[in-house]
């Protein structure tokens, strides 16, 4: 039912933390014109930001239940698996040979994410699944291999093709969408926005997998346009 007020409690990575890369100190800075801050304004109530820089779905299931009790929220929203799909591309550079594993098995992410929406729908919480950004791989791999060409080939011998990089991330951006249609979940596709774009990449970072500023505005955008579609009671205009 309707309220005059809402708790929601967002989890994820640096995406949410609103991390993106300074150009000209070339390290990661939080903007705060990030998607979080820029939805905040519209929303009846609070949002409580518990997203960190590398988290993985198994770290945000420990910072949901440790927040759990203390906010009580009405809504939770889970951003993940841009980590869990990612590896340790020094050991890769060092081992090209050898194989190597993502932060969390696809397998195990797909059943961790069912684990805690069914957690939430439990206690009668309503959690929205969030879809990941697209990446640039050529740009991604530039940055992993910190401009050593031995690095950069040798973790090219090891994927074979630089576009695997984008695939792999495709595909646990579709379990997610698979998760949402079984589980009857709530899926904000912010990676439709911005590959609705001819050129995605102007909205990433030199990184290749952070969303800029503009890459933001085109994340609050995306929800603000979900809310008054399907939930405009949550929003104060």
Request: net charge neutral; proline share 4%; glycine share 6%.
């Amino acid at each position: 039912m309707p309220k005059e007020s809402y708790s929601i409690l967002l989890a994820g990575d640096s995406i949410s933390r609103g991390v993106v890369l300074d150009r000209e100190k070339n390290k990661y800075v939080i903007t705060e014109r990030n998607y979080v801050n820029l939805v905040k304004g519209r929303i009846k109530g609070t949002i409580k930001n518990i997203s960190r820089f590398g988290a993985t779905i198994l770290k945000g299931i420990e910072m949901i239940k440790k927040e759990f009790v203390r906010e009580k929220p009405d809504v939770v929203v889970l951003e993940f698996g841009g980590n869990d799909c990612d590896f340790d591309w020094e050991q890769v550079a060092k081992n090209p040979e050898m194989e190597h594993f993502p932060k969390t098995d696809y397998h195990l992410f797909i059943q961790k994410l069912k684990e805690i929406i069914e957690f939430l729908k439990e206690f009668e919480v309503v959690p929205v699944l969030m879809t990941l950004p697209p990446l640039d791989a050529d740009r991604y791999l530039k940055w992993i291999s910190k401009a050593s060409k031995e690095v950069e080939e040798n973790i090219l011998r090891w994927l074979g093709s630089v576009t695997k990089i984008y695939w792999w991330q495709e595909r646990y951006n579709s379990a997610i969408r698979v998760i949402a249609e079984e589980t009857k979940t709530l899926v904000i596709d912010v990676r439709s926005a911005f590959l609705y774009y001819p050129d995605f990449r102007n909205f990433l970072c030199e990184d290749g997998i952070h969303p800029n500023e503009e890459g933001h505005k085109i994340m609050a955008h995306k929800i603000g346009e979900y809310l008054k579609k399907h939930y405009p009671f949550l929003l104060k205009i």
